[in-house]
């Protein structure tokens, strides 16, 4: 694996390409890090019509460590410093716009396991997603080791994930 140096000490390396191939044609670039210094994106995720560069980390952490408190006014809204730019083909030019980062809601999915526990409500993340993320991030672990692409089957439970269906 990787390394990079810090202050002279080599730690392991942070800062992942992963490249998503579907089926269906579309190529999804996703690069993340939580070690690379401002300035400079943490997550840039690109494709063949356009870019988006999103600075910064989750501003819950940060507000629960100043003691906020969630569902309170304002929890997990991102100032518009922190807002991600979507960067897209416009006729024959290019333009950017900056994107609103969602209110974050880490209290919702609590409750939703909560509520998936106790009355086998639908739970926020199905064990099929979970573990199609777990085949995902592994499979990147072993593309990294061998240096090659590594196919996956997502299975039939999990195609239908972000459809009316699912």
């Known amino acids: 694996m990787p390394r990079q140096r810090f202050g002279g000490l080599a730690r392991r390396c942070t800062t992942t390409p992963l490249s998503l191939y579907y089926p269906s044609g579309p190529t999804c670039h996703l690069w993340m890090s939580s070690t690379v210094p401002a300035p400079g994106p943490r997550f840039r995720l690109w494709g063949g019509h356009g870019l988006f560069e ?3 980390l989750d501003v819950q952490e940060a507000a629960l460590a100043d003691g906020g408190v969630p569902g309170s006014d ?7 410093e922190g807002w991600g730019a979507l960067t897209v083909r416009a006729g024959a030019g290019i333009t950017t716009i900056r994107v609103p980062t969602l209110p974050g809601a880490y209290q919702e999915y609590y409750a939703g396991v909560v509520a998936a526990i106790r009355d086998g409500s639908a739970p926020p993340v199905t064990g099929e997603e979970g573990h199609l993320l777990t085949r995902i991030i592994e499979a990147a672990m072993v593309s990294a080791q061998r240096r090659c692409a590594v ?3 997502p299975g039939p439970a999990v195609s239908a994930i972000g459809t009316e269906e699912a």
């Open 54 to 56: 999103k600075a910064g």
């Open 151 to 153: 196919d996956i089957d």
């Open 74 to 80: 304002g929890w997990g809204m991102e100032p518009e």
